[in-house]
């Protein structure tokens, strides 16, 4: 059974891996079924299928975390494999963690320090627990080295010193890649990233928003909601019951604001 499934997922044949799934309700999505242990998110996630991965993320029984036999979760591989908008489709589930390692101490973040800049900074931005950069150790050519050797040896000369900044203070370093990415990249959908968005972002992007005007003029709380990510302006306007326009008072949207980041919070 699993080959078949195989099959339909290296033919990257989304449909068929949706209809295969409905006719066999018993099947064990997560099983590991090669040499290397890779389930089928894993093979998907590897080759960047990103219309197979969709299927396999909305069943109800997946792990997106499962591990294979070497210990490397679907995000790893894609990390390990540079596949970006594979990466961003796990980077922005809800269930992902990305501070798991390998049977050789490699996380995400360690693969993507090897490999690629952008999915460093969009870890770090994503607002997840990485993992204890600071400690974080493993082989290199057969050497143990700490990540921020990795990162002299294989990364920009900026990712050591981005590593270090967010090490000593995470939450600064932040919102610095939040502001350089764009709000797109540097922030993922879920509840978790979110409130930490509006907990520790906002006062600070509204500060930026303010003191990075050309024009040196202060903006409203209003247009600084508008410069936000439209799925951000519908869950505010939402929970306000408002447009954001003058039907509600600048006072009263940043206290609905602030109470709406505690909420999620406190059901986190």
């Known amino acids: 059974m699993y080959a078949l499934f195989l099959h339909c997922v290296t033919c990257v044949d989304s449909v068929r891996v949706s209809q295969t799934l409905k006719d066999n309700p018993d099947f064990n999505i997560n099983w590991k079924g090669n040499t290397s242990g890779n389930t089928l998110l894993h093979t998907a996630s590897g080759a960047g299928y990103t219309s197979v991965m969709k299927v396999l993320l909305k069943h109800p029984q997946i792990d997106v975390n499962v591990c294979n036999h070497s210990g490397q979760t679907p995000i790893a591989l894609t990390c390990g494999e540079e596949r970006m908008t594979s990466f961003e489709i796990l980077l922005n589930d809800d269930r992902t963690d990305i501070s798991i390692a390998d049977q050789v101490g490699r996380t995400p973040l360690w693969f993507a320090v090897k490999n690629n800049q952008k999915m460093v900074k969009m870890l770090l931005a994503s607002g997840k627990y990485v993992g ?43 919102h610095e890649l939040r502001s350089k990415l764009g709000a797109k990249d540097a922030m993922v959908s879920n509840t978790f990233a979110l409130t930490i968005f509006l907990c520790d972002g906002l006062l600070e992007i509204k500060n930026e928003a303010i003191l990075g005007s050309r024009e040196k003029k202060t903006k409203t709380f209003f247009e600084i909601i508008r410069q936000l990510p439209m799925e951000l302006q519908m869950i505010l306007c939402n929970y306000t019951q408002d447009n954001f326009e003058d039907g509600i008072s600048q006072e009263n949207a940043e206290l609905s604001f602030k109470h709406l980041a505690y909420q999620l919070s406190a059901q986190k």
């Open 132 to 174: 204890n950069i600071a400690t974080m150790n493993s082989l290199f050519y057969g050497k143990k080295c700490t990540i921020f050797e990795l990162a002299r040896k294989c990364s920009s000369v900026n990712t050591e010193p981005l590593l270090r900044r967010f090490t000593d203070n995470p939450t600064r370093t932040r």
